[in-house]
């Protein structure tokens, strides 16, 4: 049972519920209010995978390893947009862990000739390029071209827009340009799919969730299209993200759980279930982008998420969605469903509320 809270996380908790997102519950009654980008420009503004009707503002807060705080329905599980990237670079550590990435450093085409990698332009991008979030990727992936996220400018990215979402910005060499993006990140989760010749989805379960104590009712979906034949074999290609639909389905003590898997610097239970180092690297900055990691975001200074210590991690989606590991305070926060413009708030309450405990 989890232990009561405190009465500042009370407050923290009840303030998280009373600013819930204000998109809608059924996507399914205003789909574009799900999955596609408000600024995608046509013919890119169209659901290609499935979206579900989503549950209140949940969330659960751990110190410790021990669950002190929880709020509306922590165990149902819904979409959870861009937590997915994360989700990803968890599973490239399994793969070093594996003997099957050994060097981040390699450029992906050397590795896996004939997957998209093999231009002139994209061959020297490595796996380092593609956590980063740095890699210049030219293409199509499933139909969906890198140019509809050139430009692309999120919340927690703290330099100005330099033009129009889906604009014609050049493209500079892998390593020297950094871009928040979906199709490029599906390119990363397709390259994965070759590593391990496995659904994502199964291996994301078998090395990291079962081990864990996860519920059962995790799900990684892809879009209608997305789909390769690979030994044989007819296995779906998941995207890192919710844009255009699919992507992970969890709960909210399942997200914690992974966080709690981060905080411990990737054991659990005495067992490495990742790399210790590989966990330290996506914790590091990016040179040209300090407020990002390996497919997480970072709060150098403490600046971009106020009220967090400078070493905190956030996996962050859109909707809401947030998994901040403290480890200053020994803490894993989880939220689903709330309200952005007060996520600034509901950190600094919740970091005040934990110090005194």
Known sequence: MPT???QPLA???AFAEAHETPWTRDPLREPQRFGVHHDDPPPWNRLRGPVQERGPCSGVVWQHGVEIASWGQPDRSDQTFSVAKTCLALLAGVAQARGLLPDVDRPVAAQLPGIGFDTSHNAPITWRHLLEQTSEWEGSCFGLP???DRWRKVAHDPRPAGGPKGGSRPLQAP???WEYNDVRINQLSLALLHLF???LQQVMHDALLQPLGARD??????YDDAWIMLDGRRLPSVPGGTHWGGGVTVSARDLARLGQLLLDGGTHQGRALLPADWVRRMGQPTVIAPFYGWLVWLNPAGRLFEGASAGAMFMQGAGGHMVWVEPELHAVVVTRWLDPAHQASFITMTARALHGT
């Open 4 to 6: 009561p809270a405190s």
């Open 11 to 13: 407050l923290a908790t």
């Open 146 to 148: 890198d140019q509809v």
């Open 175 to 177: 390593g020297m340009y």
């Open 197 to 199: 010749r496995e659904p």
């Open 217 to 222: 009712t995790f799900r990684w979906e892809g």
